[in-house]
């Protein structure tokens, strides 16, 4: 699976748009980008996946670039409770592809 | 569905000391995967199964077994616990091998 390069931290003001990088170069056409996150003390939770087009679901939306060697997650109206640690993994679609594999992630912390 | 479930949450064990970490998923979810969590750190798989009667070992073996009898449960044994073995373990589950996992809250695990 391609490797993933995130910020360690980042801060975002309660109401406003969270956007969160990250870089894999290395990403191969059949790999996707993946996001989770996981609130303190509490198991990783999905948020949002995608190949090439830009995803948006219920939570959060997905930028891929045209190169597909960047992606970014956007939190369109942060809160309080979107203070986590998100996690930015790329892997296979196959059956036979490697399992998830979670780096350091960013910390995002949401601020009044 | 009460999701993916995991018991006990909390547990100080001896060196030399063996207990069972139990998993549970009412989702009938095939795949069921063990990771554990050092402090600050990204989560390692140890373990997964595709189904009942089949397991794997992942990134991080040693010193644990696992077993698959059932759809539902996957528990985790520890033979002989280590200080090296203090971790946060989250069993996790998917309907399949690339699909988005469903995590339980954890079980913290102390050995002095």
């Known amino acids: 699976d391609a490797k993933t390069t995130q910020p360690p931290s980042m801060d975002c003001a309660e109401g406003r748009a969270a956007n969160l990088p990250c870089n894999h170069s290395t990403i191969s056409g059949n790999e996707y980008v993946y996001w989770y996150r996981q609130i303190h003390s509490q198991g990783p939770q999905y948020i949002i996946h995608?190949?090439?087009n830009n995803e948006t679901n219920e939570m959060a939306s997905l930028i891929i670039t045209e190169d597909r060697k960047s992606s970014t997650l956007i939190l369109p109206h942060a809160t309080l409770r979107d203070t986590a640690v998100y996690y930015c993994i790329v892997r296979a679609s196959s059956e036979a592809g490697n399992m998830l594999t979670f780096g350091g992630g960013t910390r995002l912390m949401v601020k009044p | 569905n009460a999701g993916v479930t995991q018991t006990p949450k909390f547990r100080i064990l001896k060196i030399g000391q063996s207990m069972t970490l139990q998993c549970t998923q009412d989702m009938n979810h095939n795949y069921m995967y063990w990771y554990r969590q050092d402090p600050g750190m990204g989560l390692k798989l140890i373990y997964y199964s595709v189904g009942a009667g089949i397991t794997d070992k992942g990134e991080v073996p040693n010193g644990y077994n696992v077993s698959r009898s059932t759809t539902e449960d996957f528990p985790l044994r520890l033979e002989l616990a280590a200080p090296s073995q203090t971790s946060v373990y989250f069993c996790?589950?998917?309907?399949?091998?690339?699909?988005?996992?469903?995590f339980g809250p954890g079980t913290r695990l102390l050995v002095l």
């Open positions: 995608g190949l090439k």
């Open positions: 996790a589950s998917s309907y399949r091998r690339n699909q988005d996992q469903y």
